[in-house]
């Protein structure tokens, strides 16, 4: 009765919620005019992010928080302020004449490029509520928004109840940087109406509360999660009128620093969350505005639209280490060698340069204070602790990604600072990874199967791409001698790769070149695999291949076909295999294709390749086998258009276009199309780079302030148009049309002083040219 009393006297004192008529600037009429994607009702129990550099939160959209995740098992979801954890997750009460309704199962999800909601109905309170969340750029913080509609036609009186469930605990690998995981601890602070909770142990904090003076607040004995954590609870009284609106806003902030660090972030997003959102808007309309597609297949064209946003959502920031790209969420939220060597050519083609240049340094700076011989690493968690130095393919990836960023700044600066590295890891590639001579290094490539180390054939195909881009780079910088000999290397290499990695019998590049014993370890093992998944032609095939070893023993290390494994399409990713070796290649990949894309290993296809249904199901311990995932595929659409097959690119980018918003919408899955990280960062690499420099043809030279234009449209593309390409100090765009035979050509460039060149097939299959550093021209086939 006393507390029925105590609410009472809040709403009289109007010490509760706002309503919406005195506050109109909510976050619901901030993104009115923002485009959003509703969730599919059977994904509500799957996981959604709410994205900062710093902070960010993953739950699921179904407003719940459950257990998430394997690195740390069960804690890969909630808040985070890498690298330490926040929270849990939070839980929200509805109390109303005497009866507690748990805000648990929201009935739709909806995505925008930068916040989201769940919309909660709950008939028993005569209540529609919206529950918002917002991450401001660059602060360790986030802000929670309950919009709540009485649906009644008399005063709806009731008490919101937020229940924040702290546990301040390290990041992936922090033991071994001594971050001792400790009890957590609860402080009240009346002058903030807020809950501070700390790390016994250590000086990690998070805070969270409202501008409103709650009724009750009181920390909760028994903690729900695993870990060692604590809830604090938090009961606003809220009274609305008949079928109008209130507001309550909350706001959840963090720090590894100190108390006063966590305060000043929680009173300042409190200040400044309205215009933080106004800005961030801006900024992701920005985002949008740079590399803008129209097309005639909608659904890509909204996909390539997303995937800038979803780039963005993959930037942390680490002071003490610097910012970069991620890899995916939620299991793999620090930083990677390979994964940003793919992901940050899409992102120089969409225009997001700055990840670009701050990946790139922290990955150098890493990698040599660790490595200190050129050897790129592998993966960084977010304590600054190195998993893994490095793989072999990460090393020579490295060289022409630097080689393709230059292409697009033109800035020979860049080109020198990173030159040294990229020399010393050809260096180390040759004299320490090559141990018989022959040019291929040795060791783990893309495809982590035990044993798979010898010559692998990506490691081979990206080595040779890389010596090729450093001999470029050597000439600029006026190394002519070490220019030449990087070029001799290239080309052996490129001879090399379309001989002895080739095999006739399965028309396809082997796996790996290895010994007879090796191989048939792995075909032992990959056999175990195939009965296992019930695949029994691949059972024989790899039968047969084991007695053609035996019957047919070799002294010296040879090609072998055992897995199909994707990355036996790099050669032609990279353009190096031989027209008629690559279109026999290209053939024999749609075998290992199903409606979503490329399996990631060949062996386990199953009944859907080349049919249009199916799907992926993932087992319950996180694995990849059997899987379809979205780089092998964008591999695959990159491939197709060297070989100038635009409309077999296209098919493989339709079906992994088929994934976006399949479960999180506006994202699209690592693994195709329900499973693994929620959102990737290589996907980016995947559209990018086949739309932006192959199906519209740009090949930047900002050096020489040139641009070329070889377009290679889609069939089915008759009206296409790529606005506002960001190229150094230059924005180009391009409208493309064809009517019949005749294909036209619009170009328009914000700098003058470049020199646009178009070049078109035309009917004798030779190039038609043209050249012009007008602001706008068009030319016609």
Same mark, same amino acid.
């Given at each position: 009765?006393? &507390? ?23 976050? *619901? ?13 059977? +994904? ?9 550099? &710093? ?6 959209? *179904? ?342 960023? +230059? ?60 010596? *090729? ?154 694995? +990849? ?32 276009? &088929? ?15 329900? +499973? ?33 234009? &070889? ?17 150094? *100090? ?52």
């Amino acid at each position: 009765m006393f &507390r029925f009393v105590v609410c009472l006297l809040c709403i009289m004192l109007s010490i509760g919620c706002k309503k919406t008529s005195s506050n109109p600037e909510t976050f *619901d009429s901030l993104t009115k005019d923002s485009p959003s994607i509703k969730g599919k009702p059977a +994904y509500l129990n799957s996981p959604y992010v709410t994205a900062g550099d &710093r902070v960010y939160m993953v739950g699921h959209q *179904d407003g719940t928080f459950p257990d998430l995740g394997w690195h740390i098992k069960g804690e890969m979801g909630g808040i985070w302020n890498h690298p330490i954890k926040l929270m849990d997750g939070f839980e929200v009460e509805i109390l109303k004449d005497e009866k507690k309704i748990a805000l648990d199962s929201a009935h739709t999800f909806v995505n925008y490029p930068y916040a989201n909601k769940h919309q909660y109905a709950l008939p028993e309170a005569q209540l529609h509520i919206e529950r918002w969340q917002f991450v401001p750029d660059h602060k360790e913080g986030m802000v929670v928004q309950f919009q709540i509609e009485n649906t009644s036609p008399t005063t709806n009186t009731f008490e919101l109840t937020f229940i924040g469930n702290a546990d301040l605990r390290p990041t992936w690998l922090g033991e071994e940087t001594n971050m001792i995981d400790a009890q957590d601890i609860a402080t009240y602070d009346a002058i903030n109406k807020a809950w501070t909770i700390k790390d016994t142990d250590n000086s990690w904090f998070v805070t969270f509360g409202s501008d409103q003076h709650p009724i009750v607040h009181r920390a909760l004995e028994a903690y729900k999660g695993t870990g060692k954590g604590i809830s604090g609870e938090l009961s606003y009284p809220i009274s609305i009128p008949p079928k109008d609106r209130a507001t309550l806003t909350l706001v959840i902030a963090g720090s590894y620093a100190s108390q006063e660090e966590v305060l000043a972030t929680y009173q300042d997003i409190h200040n400044t969350y309205l215009d933080a959102i106004r800005s961030k808007k801006e900024r992701y309309e920005q985002l949008a505005s740079h590399s803008l597609l129209t097309i005639p297949d909608k659904g890509i064209e909204q996909t390539f639209e997303w995937l800038k946003y979803n780039s963005d959502w993959l930037v942390r920031t680490i002071p003490e280490l610097g910012s970069g790209i991620t890899a995916g969420i939620p299991d793999y939220p620090w930083y990677f060698g390979v994964d940003s060597e793919y992901a940050l050519k899409g992102y120089m083609a969409i225009g997001q340069t700055e990840p670009v240049y701050n990946t790139i340094q922290l990955l150098d700076s890493i990698s040599n204070a660790l490595n200190g011989n050129g050897q790129i690493i592998h993966e960084m968690s977010t304590n600054g602790k190195v998993f893994n130095p490095g793989n072999i393919n990460e090393t020579p990836q490295f060289a022409s990604l630097i080689w393709e960023v +230059y292409q697009w700044n033109g800035d020979q600066t860049f080109l020198e600072n990173y030159f040294p590295t990229i020399e010393k890891g050809l260096q180390w590639l040759l004299k320490e990874k090559d141990d018989n001579k022959n040019l291929f290094p040795d060791g783990f490539g893309m495809m982590e199967i035990h044993g798979l180390d010898s010559e692998m054939i990506d490691v081979a195909a990206y080595t040779q791409r890389a010596f *090729d881009d450093a001999s470029k780079m050597a000439t600029i910088l006026g190394k002519e001698d070490l220019s030449k000999q990087y070029r001799e290397i290239a080309l052996s290499l490129k001879a090399k790769i379309n001989t002895d990695f080739w095999s006739e019998e399965f028309k396809s590049y082997a796996d790996f070149i290895g010994t007879d014993q090796q191989a048939i370890h792995l075909i032992e093992d990959a056999i175990v695999r195939a009965d296992t998944l019930n695949k029994p032609w691949a059972v024989t095939e790899l039968q047969s291949t084991l007695e053609a070893i035996k019957a047919n023993p070799s002294t010296e290390p040879r090609p072998f076909v055992v897995h199909h494994n994707w990355v036996v399409n790099t050669p032609m990713e990279m353009g190096i295999a031989d027209s008629t070796k690559a279109l026999q290649a290209l053939q024999t990949a749609e075998k290992f294709v199903n409606p979503f894309g490329v399996f990631v290993t060949g062996i386990d296809r199953d009944a859907s390749a080349g049919k249009d249904e199916g799907s992926f199901k993932g087992s319950k311990i996180f694995s +990849y086998t059997g899987a379809v995932m979205t780089l092998p595929t964008g591999v695959q659409v990159i491939s197709e258009n060297n070989y100038g097959r635009p409309d077999k690119a296209l098919n493989y980018l339709k079906r992994m276009d &088929r994934t976006f918003s399949y479960a999180l919408p506006g994202s699209m899955y690592e693994v195709s199309p329900d +499973y693994g990280m929620i959102t990737q960062a290589w996907n980016i690499y995947s559209y990018a780079v086949p739309i932006v420099q192959q199906f519209f043809g740009v090949q930047p030279n900002a050096a020489a302030k040139k641009v070329t234009i &070889r377009p290679q449209m889609p069939s089915t593309w008759n009206e296409a148009s790529l606005e506002n390409i960001l190229i150094a *100090d230059n924005e180009v765009s391009i409208y493309y049309s064809k009517i019949e035979s005749q294909v036209n050509i619009k170009v328009s460039q914000t700098n003058p002083a470049w020199e646009i060149t178009v070049e078109l097939p035309t009917k004798e299959g030779s190039k038609k040219t043209f050249v012009s550093r007008e602001l706008e021209f068009e030319t016609q086939n």
